[in-house]
């Protein structure tokens, strides 16, 4: 399954498949992205990130890949499990302080 | 230790109180943030404090007065709020150099009536 856009759309997913989840930022200066999980009633929970030098980082089941050429950032995750349904953010930071933004968000759900 | 502390986790309070929200980190964390979040909208950003200073402001109105009395706490002073300001507030903390990742609190959930 994969989503597209800002406005909070919600990506609906069978366990055990993959799931992608895409973010369009729009900052040119920023040079560092984290994606987030935020789960009901908790704050964000930091899943990966990755450096403006790089197009493509792996983490436990998790991949994250940039494309500087059109702003686009975009989380894959393998093998869904249903402990994966939340809220899914990116965040950029800009090139100079520490200014952390945070995009629109994608709902994850996974049906068992 | 990644944990990031805030108190209260709920908060009612009337037009007219004067109340404070807590967050602490012990982590040696030297930029700290406060987020406010409404339903279903991602965390805004509000303040950043740097080495104990305010270094961002996002035009935040003056009923919201940020305090960074030590490395290790950070304050978020409200005055005559408004029902709209009802929201979860989330405070977070990071290294400010190296570029990594910010550890967020469980956010205090503040009701205004």
């Known amino acids: 399954g994969e989503s597209v856009g800002l406005h909070l759309p919600t990506l609906s997913v069978q366990e055990g498949d993959n799931s992608i989840i895409n973010c369009a930022y729009s900052n040119s200066a920023s040079d560092y992205f984290i994606w987030y999980k935020q789960e009901s009633g908790k704050g964000p929970q930091f899943i990966i990130d990755i450096r403006s030098n790089m197009d493509k980082r792996q983490g436990q089941r998790v991949t994250v890949l940039l494309n500087k050429t059109v702003k686009h950032l975009s989380l894959q995750i393998a093998a869904t499990q249903p402990g994966d349904s939340a809220v899914y953010f990116c965040?950029?930071?800009?090139?100079?302080?520490?200014?952390?933004?945070f995009g629109a968000g994608t709902i994850l759900r996974v049906k068992s | 230790d990644t944990e990031v502390t805030q108190t209260p986790k709920h908060l009612v309070m009337g037009m007219t109180n004067k109340k404070s929200l807590k967050c602490e980190q012990h982590?040696?964390?030297?930029?700290m943030y406060w987020y406010k979040q409404k339903a279903k909208k991602p965390p805004e950003l509000m303040f950043v404090y740097s080495y104990e200073k305010l270094s961002i402001n996002e035009s935040v109105p003056s009923r919201f007065s940020p305090e960074c009395p030590n490395s290790s706490l950070l304050n978020l002073h409200l005055h005559a709020l408004q029902p709209e300001d009802s929201a979860l507030y989330l405070c977070?903390?990071?290294?400010?150099?190296?570029?990594?990742?910010?550890?967020f609190g469980q956010g205090t959930r503040l009701t205004v009536v």
């Open positions: 977070a903390s990071s290294q400010v150099e190296g570029r990594t990742e910010a550890f």
């Open positions: 965040a950029e930071n800009e090139e100079y302080g520490n200014k952390l933004v």
């Open positions: 982590m040696g964390h030297r930029a």
